[in-house]
């Protein structure tokens, strides 16, 4: 899956606002992964004494039709089942429906096997299991026919998962209702009862059964035959078996309307995209991005698609709800509509960008996660680092000028480094069990640090044997579920054929794998220069961004990447040394020049230097910035920022490293500043007059890129400069940079008469229109709102209502937010649009949840995997100053102390208090770097001499 988009984007807003927030190898790579797997009481696991081999389900949907149940399923399925172990009488699989109506077991020849008469078979509920008891035990190897018929509900909309109900309106503007399935990572078991594990691999055949009108359905797989029954006037649609696949994969749609809306038949299988009929012909970029991708796919990995199955197809379903940015079903890729609907006219830069990398992640998945799957969620990170390493880099080589290699780092390099730098991080392979721990599992460890993780390997042993390897992989495991050992020899394999690493000498591989996989968190690289000597000294220990973390001693084999100014050599990624060690010493030249590790923030590490080699880099970056690569420049923002904060440099000295960002456009050193200017501008949140002057400070820096990127899109200018735009506009324009502030109500004020505004400016002109507008130009966009067939501009607009300063239009925005205008998928986002628009909304905000606690906790889904209310509830905390903090506390402790969110609010109360108090006792410091940097390209001799008394911790 794609990492769900609803916290994604949730976390990119508070995140990107601020960047928030093994088992030794060799003794396992000799045994049967089965056993590592399952040491531990694994209450929630599955014995694997018994195995699928095959399903036949049939599921009849009901809909509104039906008035005693309506939106319903009844479903009956034929499991073949195989005992693997002797002395099975118990029969354990996932169900997590409402009813188990009947079950049954018979053998080959048809006997009907006997089960216990008191307690046939029961549902153990906290687990999701059904335990079949029977009298007497099952042959090993042979076939068995399990039966079981079953009946449950349609969840209402895609949060919950399992089979669940959406809307959409059709071209004549009739609301109609769909239904549709997302099972990863464990919501089959809602579906049907199954082993709803991943590495139970079986063959489903789907069978589905509707109301005759339903009769747009589609599934993994193409349609084998449809019979309609004239006297019930409902309709069965029978498709082909699926591939061997795990259970999560299964899925189908079935709808009144939905129909191709893009579709390239010169391949085998045809790529489709399908979505609701009015948005036909607005999926010809999406069936671009797929086509190319698959394209390429193909030939990477040597592994033809249509070789997979042949009845396996390539569709992609635009789906107006989606709890996820997208799911990798097989044949049937499904995401949510914002993605895949994209009209240049219409949609943002930062939507287009990032559909590229998620058409791409899905597309990776059906090799990489589906063709292979991570044998158990522990090591979600196969499927999702893989997919997210490929939908950057893979789709770079297709589609260059979305510059998405470069645009990695900010998205998954320094994700990774920051999210992994705090104490109770965990490894990329990490035990999970139950579905709570299965579901963080699905989270930035995996996604980013996988990544970034891949990356860097690829760097070491080369793209063509990282690509050699990948292919032993998935050759070597096709169809199968594979765990870290399998990866493991396939890159072995394939390294130690190409020699790819015996240029580094001592240097041990399967330490390197099992370090990086199975230990927490990364290093810190302390470099020294002796320059009198030509010595470089380095140095290394685990970072952790708490000044008060204890040490741990962790070695990690870190790839040695360094320019020097007389020698740059940025472009060049191969390490020149594999430091495996504690220490390790370089022979340099002895002149006085700047030094540089980690070319191009490739390697997960940060880099700390001491005083002096830090003064020639700062004096580089300002004199001749160029001499350095921008993605270096952009990791010294990334890498201060982190140091300031962890104690390790002083906020004087940062800043005045961080003078050259008054010069800089690039926005690979733009955005991680944005990120660090932040993170410490909601500390003083509290304390107006401070965070006015720290805003002009910032602003001051930020004038060049102003200026420089202007208010208006050039004709063809690249993405990335339209994303620096974006970003930098909407945060000068949130510190009410003036001129900002202008063009922007100016581009509104010109919408309302009927102008076409360029999608790249929208995200600012929407918000600042209404944030400095007034009931009328609420209005407006809210009737625009409604009008709309663009989902990705709806959520602009949402984005820009929730901007409003006027209390009641907030309250009218929020109470949007409990109906259905505003899709589950997007409640919490919107909420939080509230509170990023102005810090004074925070106030109707807890006005509005206290007034409407219950229905937020319906309508948000309280119960949905990813929390959705307990976000919400915590998001407030951050945003209110400490007279409505108590507030906020009376009233939890008062109404609310037996609530699922009760402890994850007060603690969310007690950060805030933390970030004001941080706020108040380092505002003089901080004030006092900024001013210094903002002015230092006057005062930069003077400012010398304050940094060299100031004490500078390293
Ligand atoms: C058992 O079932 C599988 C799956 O349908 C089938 O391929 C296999 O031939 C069956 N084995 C026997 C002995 O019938
Ligand atoms: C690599 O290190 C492991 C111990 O972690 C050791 O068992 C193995 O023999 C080493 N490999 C080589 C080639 O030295
Ligand atoms: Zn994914």
């Not at 479903?75 to 009947?102: C, P, W």
């Not at 309609?228 to 749609?253: H, K, Q």
């Not at 230097?609 to 020639?616: C, V």
């Not at 706020?919 to 003077?942: Q, W, Y």
Request: charged share 20%.
């Amino acid at each position: 899956m794609f990492f769900k988009i609803g916290i994604i984007l949730l976390v990119i807003t508070l995140i990107r606002a601020e960047k928030l927030t093994l088992a030794d190898i060799d003794d396992s790579i000799t045994l049967n992964s089965d056993v590592i797997t399952r040491n531990a009481a694994q209450a929630y696991r599955l014995p694997v004494n018994v195995i699928p081999l095959e399903y036949d389900i049939f599921i009849d949907l009901f809909f509104s039709e039906n008035r005693d149940k309506p939106f319903s399923y009844n479903g009956k399925e034929n499991i073949i089942i195989q005992a693997v172990e002797r002395n099975v009488n118990q029969i354990v699989l996932h169900a997590n429906v409402d009813m188990i109506n009947a079950v049954s077991l018979t053998t080959d020849d048809g006997r009907i096997v006997t089960m216990n008469a008191n307690q046939p078979f029961f549902l153990e509920r906290q687990y999701h299991f059904l335990r079949i008891n029977l009298i007497e035990t099952l042959e090993v190897n042979k076939n068995y026919t399990l039966m079981i018929d079953y009946s449950s509900t349609m969840n209402d909309g895609p949060m919950k998962r399992g089979i669940w109900r959406g809307w959409y309106k059709d071209a004549d503007g009739v609301e109609r209702i769909y239904a549709t399935t997302h099972f990863q990572p464990y919501n089959a078991r809602q579906a049907f009862p199954c082993w709803d594990e991943p590495l139970f691999k079986a063959v489903f055949k789907v069978h589905l059964s509707a109301p005759q009108s339903y009769s747009k359905v589609f599934s993994n797989t193409d349609i084998e035959s449809v019979t309609t029954d004239l006297t019930s006037g409902r309709s069965t649609t029978n498709f082909y078996a699926s591939p061997v696949m795990s259970s999560y994969l299964v899925t189908f749609l079935v709808s009144e309307s939905f129909q191709v809306i893009a579709e390239d038949k010169s391949f085998n299988p045809p790529i489709r995209i399908i979505g609701r009929s009015n948005t036909m012909g607005l999926a010809d970029h999406a069936l671009h991005l797929a086509v190319k991708m698959t394209e390429f796919f193909d030939s990477y990995f040597e592994i033809p698609y249509s070789s997979l199955h042949p009845y396996l197809l390539n569709d992609h379903i635009s789906s107006p709800d989606w709890a996820s940015a997208g799911t990798e079903n097989w044949g049937m890729v499904s995401y949510r509509e914002l993605y895949l609907v994209i009209d240049p006219r219409e949609t943002i830069m930062s939507v287009e960008h990032y559909a590229a990398t998620l058409v791409s992640h899905e597309l990776a998945h059906k090799w990489m996660g589906n063709l292979i799957t991570c044998y158990w969620w522990s090591n979600t990170w196969i499927n999702e680092g893989f997919a997210s390493y490929f939908g950057y880099i893979a789709t770079h080589a297709v589609f260059p000028e979305y510059e998405l290699h470069e645009h990695f780092n900010s998205r998954y390099l320094q994700n990774s480094l920051s999210f992994d730098s705090g104490v109770s991080t965990v490894p990329l392979n990490h035990d999970v069990n139950t579905p709570a721990q299965v579901t963080g599992h699905f989270g930035t460890i995996s996604y980013s640090k996988g990544a970034a993780f891949l990356r860097m390997l690829v760097d070491m042993i080369t793209p063509e044997t990282f690509r050699k390897a990948c292919k032993y992989f998935l050759t070597d495991n096709a169809y199968q579920a594979t765990d870290q050992y399998d990866l493991y020899n396939a890159f072995a394999k394939a390294i130690r054929e190409d020699g790819s690493l015996n240029s580094y000498q001592h240097f041990n591989f399967t330490d390197f794998y099992r370090i990086w996989v199975n230990e927490a968190g990364y290093p810190i690289l302390n470099v020294e220069v002796n320059y009198a000597a030509g010595e470089i000294q380095l140095s290394q220990e685990r970072f952790f961004l708490s000044g008060t973390a204890q040490p741990t001693g962790q070695i990690y084999p870190i790839p040695i990447t360094y320019s020097t100014k007389s020698k740059p050599e940025f472009e060049n990624l191969r390490p020149a040394l594999m430091m495996t060690g504690n220490r390790a010493v370089l022979r340099t030249n002895t002149a006085e020049e700047w030094v540089m590790f980690n070319h191009q923030q490739h390697g997960l590490y940060r880099v700390n230097y001491d005083e002096k080699t830090w003064n020639l880099i700062a004096d580089a970056l300002l004199e001749e910035p160029e001499s350095i690569h921008y993605l270096n420049r952009g990791q010294v923002v990334d890498d201060v920022f982190a140091l300031m904060r962890s104690g390790r440099m002083t906020y004087d000295f940062g800043f005045k490293i961080l003078r050259f960002l008054r010069n800089e456009v690039n926005y690979h050193v733009l955005n991680p500043a944005i990120s660090g200017y932040t993170w410490l501008r909601n500390r003083f949140a509290h304390m107006p007059e401070t965070q006015s002057t720290f805003d002009a400070h910032i602003l001051s820096y930020l004038e060049h890129a102003i200026n420089t990127l202007g208010f208006e899109p050039a004709a063809n200018e690249t993405a990335t400069t339209s994303l620096t735009r974006q970003e930098v506009l909407h945060f000068a324009c949130t510190m009410g940079h003036e001129r900002c502030v202008t063009e922007s109500k100016n581009r509104f004020a010109a919408m309302r008469r009927g102008t076409w505004i360029d999608p790249r400016i929208r995200r600012n002109v929407y918000v600042v229109g209404v944030r400095e507008g007034g009931a009328d130009d609420f209005n407006f966009l809210l009737n625009r709102f409604h009008s709309s067939n663009y989902a990705n501009d709806q959520l602009e607009m949402l984005r820009g209502l929730g901007a409003t300063r006027d209390p009641q239009l907030l309250t009218r925005y929020l109470e949007l937010t409990l109906t259905k205008e505003v899709r589950s998928h997007d409640k919490v986002n919107s909420f939080n649009y509230a509170l990023l628009g102005n810090r004074i909304n925070a106030v109707t905000v807890l006005q509005f949840v206290k007034n409407n606690i219950e229905a937020i906790r319906k309508e948000y889904v309280e119960d949905a995997p990813p929390n959705p209310v307990h976000t919400a509830l915590s998001n407030l905390a951050g945003y209110l100053d400490e007279e409505y903090l108590v507030e906020y506390e009376t009233w939890l402790r008062t109404t609310q102390s037996n609530s699922a969110q009760f402890s994850t609010a007060i603690s969310a109360i007690n950060s805030a208090r933390n970030n004001m108090a941080w706020g108040t006792a380092n505002a003089d410091i901080v004030l006092s770097a900024t001013r210094s940097g903002a002015t230092s390209a006057v005062i930069s001799s003077t400012l010398l001499l304050i940094v060299t008394l100031a004490s500078v911790t390293f």
